[in-house]
């Protein structure tokens, strides 16, 4: 049985991807709007988990820096504590949260921004470097 908080849930997930996909400036502005209007309703209805600790790992610079700005998008204030290092970033939330929008979305995007990177670095090494292709080695 699916309660509210699912419900509110799977369609914050759906306005998120329409706000993801390119389209015409209303249809952005109107489904920002519409996600402004989840995430109100979705602090007022009662919590059905307790909030946790929970920690990510990420690997590189560009990877945490997303991670930062999907925390602060969905409104969670990350720390870290004493002693941890730069690459793990503590935040305090749901853990049906974190598992079924956070980390989705963070994979998502993380691929993206990634397969962006190998495209220009590809670009930039037949342009630059004339052509040195991916695994050729010299024996």
Not at 50 to 62: A, D, K, Q, Y
Request: a positive charge; one cysteine or more.
């Amino acid at each position: 049985m699916v309660n509210d908080r699912q419900r509110l849930m799977e369609k914050l997930r759906r306005i998120e991807a329409l706000c993801a996909r390119p389209g015409t400036e209303g249809e952005r502005l109107a489904a920002t709007r519409a996600r402004e209007r989840l995430l109100a309703r979705l602090g007022q209805t009662p919590r059905e988990e307790p909030l946790i600790e929970m920690r990510f790992r990420v690997t590189n610079e560009w990877s945490r820096r997303l991670m930062l700005a999907l925390l602060h998008k969905h409104g969670l204030r990350p720390y870290r504590r004493a002693g941890q290092r730069q690459n793990t970033i503590t935040v305090r939330t749901t853990t049906n949260f974190a598992y079924d929008v956070l980390w989705p979305e963070f994979e998502r995007l993380d691929r993206r921004m990634q397969g962006q990177f190998d495209s220009y670095t590809e670009h930039l090494l037949a342009e630059v470097m004339g052509g040195v292709r991916r695994g050729s080695y010299s024996r």
